[in-house]
């Protein structure tokens, strides 16, 4: 199984400030015949379910606001919010769909410093 | 616009069976393009894959290790809908349940609404 492991798992960042999330996979993800990143992010918040945010490992989601932004390749990749909004307090995943099983972070809560 | 509507129990005595249900519309369970999945959440745990349906010109599933001895998810073509079955189920199977497809973009794109699910007697 590829394990996934972000950093950090509490971030506590100020209103309109950046927020980095780091996410480390123990193989890569990145499939060389179609040079595509097998890595998502999704926001977490309790009572809702998991919302897509980044899939590819840097397209965005039709309707996902471009503060939200994915990178990296191989097995290290990073999500940023590049000015943090109060709606933006959640829990974030990264997942790998690889291979099977599919397996998720350990995820990061976010919150306002 | 495709839509999962969950339905089933809220409590569940240990060493029962948990009975979820998803319902699909807008898409086919036995769509060609999509597999059809369970996933749970728990402060523990965070997000879990517990395992998927999907037809290929027959019916596959794959199971998450930690739960391929107990688990059971079936397609019923007739109602559109998929079913997750954990047997023998224990306080730490507590957690929010959702079904979830799988699609042409290979991510998560469309979730049920979720189920919390409490293991107690």
């Known amino acids: 199984d590829i394990v996934m492991t972000q950093s950090p798992d509490s971030l506590a960042v100020s209103l309109g400030e950046r927020a980095t999330i780091n996410c480390k996979s123990s193989q890569s993800v990145l499939l060389s015949s179609n040079n595509k990143n097998y890595l998502a992010w999704y926001q977490y918040k309790l009572g809702q379910p998991p919302k897509l945010l980044i899939y590819w490992a840097s397209t965005r989601e039709s309707g996902v606001p471009d503060r939200f932004s994915g990178s990296g390749s191989g097995t290290d990749f990073t999500l940023t919010i590049s000015s943090l909004q109060a709606e933006d307090v959640a829990v974030y995943y990264c997942q790998q769909y690889y291979s099977t099983p599919i397996t998720f972070g350990q995820g990061t809560r976010l919150e306002i410093k | 616009q495709v839509q999962l509507q969950q339905s089933g129990p809220g409590l569940v005595k240990p060493s029962q069976t948990l009975s979820l249900t998803c319902a699909i519309s807008g898409d086919s369970v036995s769509s060609n393009s999509a597999t059809w999945n369970w996933i749970r959440q728990s402060p523990s745990r965070g997000l879990e894959w517990l395992g998927r349906t999907y037809y290929r010109s027959e019916w596959y599933n794959d199971y998450a290790v930690s739960v391929t001895s107990r688990i059971a998810i079936n397609p019923d073509t007739s109602k559109n809908q998929f079913s997750l079955q954990l047997n023998s189920v224990t306080p730490e199977d507590t957690a929010v349940y959702y079904c979830?497809?799988?699609?042409?973009?290979?991510?998560?794109?469309?979730w049920g609404q979720g189920t919390m699910v409490t293991v107690s007697s």
């Open positions: 979830a497809r799988r699609g042409l973009g290979e991510v998560f794109d469309i």
